[in-house]
């Protein structure tokens, strides 16, 4: 199974700054990695797919990037609607493998 | 817009077994894979596996082979999963969720099923 790693488990920043999530996996995955925003007690959202695809309807301030191991996620100015969990998935390989999340709180 | 919605909250004793519904709308039901996810309380989230609404054939993860079973009735636009042998550990939001681009990404999700195994 590919193991997928989240770094940091937790961060706190205020709205406006630069944020940057990393996910790394135990083997090339090539671009087969997308985020997921999941807000308090709701279902998980798709932001990006394919690595760098941003999908429909989500705001521009979300990018992403990074092939084979080490993936980023960059909030470019972070807004009060964005502090939750993000969660990358690799979709390479059976069984499909999420990272542990990382939870953004307001400092 | 698409849809995905998901039967109420089950509470469960052990050894028991949960079916949980997920109908699906505005969209081509049997066009797209549909995936269930879980999340035990406060933790990540653990793919479970997928359903091909047009073929019924499914793949399961390892973790849960011999115990879940996942089918369909493309009628009335509704992917089950159903998990049977029910442990404390069960215990967890069950989703499921499309597979949008027919390479395991998933969008949208339900709004999540809530299964609590207690004796």
């Known amino acids: 199974d590919i193991q997928m790693t989240q770094s940091p488990s937790s961060l706190s920043a205020s709205v406006g700054d630069r944020l940057t999530i990393t996910c790394r996996a135990s083997?090339?995955?090539?671009?087969?990695l997308n985020w997921y925003q999941q807000k308090s007690g709701k279902a998980p959202k798709l932001l990006i797919y394919?690595?760098?695809s941003l999908q429909s309807g989500v705001p521009s301030r979300f990018s992403g990037g990074g092939s084979g191991s080490d993936f980023t996620l960059t909030i470019s100015s972070l807004q009060p609607e964005d502090f939750a969990t993000y969660y990358c998935?690799?979709?390479?390989?059976?069984?499909?493998?999420f990272g542990g999340g990382t939870k953004v709180e307001i400092k | 817009q698409v849809q995905l919605v998901q039967s109420g909250a089950e509470v469960k004793k052990p050894g028991a077994s949960v079916k949980v519904s997920c109908k699906a709308s505005?969209?081509?039901?049997?066009?797209?894979?549909m995936h269930w996810v879980r999340q035990a309380p406060g933790q990540g989230l653990e793919w479970m596996g997928w359903?091909?609404?047009?073929?019924?054939?499914?793949n399961y993860a390892q973790t849960f082979q011999g115990r879940v079973t996942m089918t369909r009735d493309t009628s009335i636009s509704t992917a089950y999963m159903e998990l049977s042998r029910l442990i404390s550990d069960d215990t967890a939001v069950y989703y499921c969720?499309?597979?949008?681009?027919?390479?395991?990404?998933?969008?949208?999700w339900g709004q999540g099923t809530l299964v609590t195994v207690s004796s």
């Open positions: 969720a499309r597979d949008v681009t027919g390479g395991s990404v998933f969008d949208p």
């Open positions: 505005e969209y081509t039901f049997t066009g797209h894979y």
């Open positions: 359903i091909n609404p047009n073929s019924g054939n499914t």
């Open positions: 083997q090339s995955i090539s671009t087969y």
């Open positions: 394919a690595a760098s």
């Open positions: 998935q690799q979709s390479y390989s059976i069984p499909l493998t």
